[in-house]
T-cell receptor
Framework: NAGVTQTPKFQVLKTGQSMTLQCAQD?????MYWYRQDPGMGLRLIYY???????DKGEVPNGYNVSRLNKREFSLRLESAAPSQTSVYFC???????????FGDGTRLSIL | GQQVMQIPQYQHVQEGEDFTTYCNSS?????IQWYKQRPGGHPVFLIQ?????EVKKQKRLTFQFGEAKKNSSLHITATQTTDVGTYFC????????????FGGGTRVLVKP
């Protein structure tokens, strides 16, 4: 049982490049989330999807877009990467909005 | 904004000693969740508290939800090196669509 799978695990980009981070869960969860975690900091919500077909902005959505491709998959896209987006990105899922969240292993993204 | 404050930010504990970390909110919470993140790892769900005054135990960990549902605490007894990591509380507010907002975390270091 894989849980939440994120790809890639590591990525280095140049400023201005675009990239999509992939996330898939196999727990039949309704809600999915994207967070970023800067060094020594807590988690900040970028976007979330309460259910298939819906997406909403979180605390720090600027510079990002998301797609809830189906119930399993929720992708995060950086259209024009900036050094300020260097961070660790975590995807998470939960059965319902207020329930426990299950996290992937994260994507460590560096933008030069 | 609607935030949760965690204190202390850092906790250096001698192995075998007890410590407590606190999570405070200015608004009434629907529920509070606690997560643990090992260095280099991803957050892992520990517990969810829903009822006013609720107390739950997991081996050496005791979680409490305040009577007014505005604060919570995590108490660890007889600290072990396996307790090293960052402990996050996360609050859910019905008026905010039950999204989770994470506190800044308490980073625990254990001195053997």
């Amino acid at each position: 049982n894989a849980g939440v799978t994120q790809t890639p695990k590591f990525q280095v980009l140049k400023t201005g490049q675009s990239m999509t981070l992939q996330c898939a869960q196999d727990m039949n969860h309704n809600s999915m989330y994207w967070y970023r975690q800067d060094p020594g900091m807590g988690l900040r919500l970028i976007y979330y999807s309460a259910s298939e077909g819906t997406t909403d902005k979180g605390e720090v959505p600027n510079g990002y877009n998301v797609s809830r491709l189906n119930k399993r998959e929720f992708s995060l896209r950086l259209e024009s990467a900036a050094p300020s987006q260097t961070s660790v990105y975590f995807c998470a899922s939960s059965e319902r909005g207020s329930g426990p969240q299950h996290f992937g292993d994260g994507t460590r993204l560096s933008i030069l | 904004g609607q935030q949760v404050m965690q204190i202390p930010q850092y906790q250096h504990v001698q192995e075998g000693e007890d410590f407590t970390t606190y999570c405070n909110s200015s608004t009434t919470l629907s529920n509070i969740q606690w997560y643990k993140q090992r260095p280099g790892g991803h957050p892992v769900f520990l517990i969810q508290l829903v009822k006013s005054g609720e107390v739950k135990k997991q081996k050496r960990l005791t979680f409490q939800f305040g009577e007014a549902k505005k604060n919570s605490s995590l108490h660890i007894t007889a600290t072990q090196t396996t307790d090293v990591g960052t402990y996050f509380c996360a609050r859910s507010i019905k008026a905010a669509g039950n999204k989770l907002t994470f506190g800044g975390g308490t980073r625990v270091l254990v001195k053997p």
